[in-house]
């Protein structure tokens, strides 16, 4: 079983002091998403995979991952628009979308009451 993280060893990864982290601990809990410890009795302990995630994923000087487009595109103002853009990015869909008029009449007068 992994042994958790002590705070001076959370400090020592953040690169700051263990008492600039007691005092900064609660913004950091609330604004990059520290993880809180697991055990505040005595000396604060931290599970040790939710740091490491923390490292890894949510760190603030972790570098980001790039996105493809810088801007995203516009949203579609119709249907057949958006058909277009799907059809475009992905193929001809595997059976043709309804249109309205392909629609079956539901209306009173379609499906008229048998009388008593």
Known sequence: MNESYSSSQVASMLGISLDTFYRTREWRHEHERLPRPISERRKLRFERTGIDAWFKRHHPLHPG??????IAPP????????????ASAYGNPARPA??????????????????P
Do not use: K, N, Y
């Not at 991952?65 to 810088?70: M, P, R, S, W």
């Not at 949203?75 to 799907?86: F, K, M």
């Not at 008029?101 to 209306?107: A, F, G, K, L, Y």
């Open 75 to 86: 949203d579609p103002v119709t249907d057949d628009e958006h058909r277009a853009r799907l």
């Open 65 to 70: 991952a790039l996105a493809d487009d810088l």
């Open 98 to 115: 309804l249109v309205s008029e392909e629609r079956p009449d539901m209306s009173a007068e379609a499906f008229p009451l048998p009388r």
